[in-house]
């Protein structure tokens, strides 16, 4: 009778955490961040083989490769969310009650336990199947040190600006994740300069969408701190506009033969409607997306159209 009253207990409490951690991801982690981090993943790998001076006959490596590389980058992803919780959970009831966290829904120790499955499960990917050790042991510990804001906590913490900075790299460390798999995996030759360069189309786009989706018109300011308040509402706005013109510059310049015509075309149209809605955001016009979104949205264009591209040309 003991043991079954032990065991039902047990399956109860496994149920509540599991029903904890669904509401944490449909409202912090949705379905659609799964995709942006698989796309993240493709789209690299695609604009590095459309890149790659070797003919070495094939597209992808082994399914296993293939597969811890391409989930490493959401589960990676999740991590860091888990991870923005933890270091920000004294501060998110002031700023964002309405959070699952925030309201008791979901408890710090779920975020633990989740974390510590995911670490476990990266490490099992990275240390067997992908080949790619040292960047994969590189990025985590990057990763370490944001959560420990690189031991600077007074100086980082309370300014977005050193934040930004110090955090933001990290996603040119994905890139060279998927570049490190690729080269241990394919055995193939590839111009290191150029390959270098395309990983600032998706530092830019991390950029990008990290101001973005703190910016705030001066009416709507509140003590949360953002991008708008401390750098200006204009400014704020003109660099989003400006690192994703240039995301379309450099993915012109590496892949000219290949994006003229009807690529180029629908990049700027894309573009343009990113810029509309900036100037409109700032016109305090209506929108059809915010700024968070339309950002995305171009993010997302440039990425599908380096798969497409690699597609096509096989």
Known sequence: MHNNTTNQIGADSARFFLARIRIYLSEMYPPCNIVFGLLFFMSAWCGIDLLSLSDHGRFFPSEIVLFSGAVTIPLFLLLLRIMDELKDRETDPVHFPDRSVSRGDVHIADLKILGGLIVAFLFILNLFFTHSTFIFLSTFGYACFMYKYFFLKELISKNILTALLTHNPISYLFFLYVVSIYKNNMRAAIPNGQVLFL????????????????????????????????????????????????????????????????????????????????????????????????????????????????????
């Open 199 to 314: 990983g600032t189309v998706f530092l830019w786009s991390s950029l990008s969408w990290e101001i973005a989706r703190k910016i705030r018109r001066p009416e709507d300011e509140t003590a949360y701190q953002t991008y708008s308040k401390v750098l200006g509402f204009r400014l704020s706005m003109v660099i989003p506009i400006v690192l994703s013109g240039a995301s379309i510059a450099a993915v012109t310049y590496l892949y000219f033969d290949m994006v003229i015509g009807f690529i180029l075309l629908y990049m700027i149209a894309v573009y343009l409607f990113m810029v509309m809605t900036y100037v409109s955001f700032y016109n305090k016009q209506p929108v059809l997306f915010g700024l968070k979104t339309t950002t995305e949205i171009f993010i997302v264009t440039i990425q599908s159209l380096l798969v497409t591209i690699r597609i096509v040309s096989l």
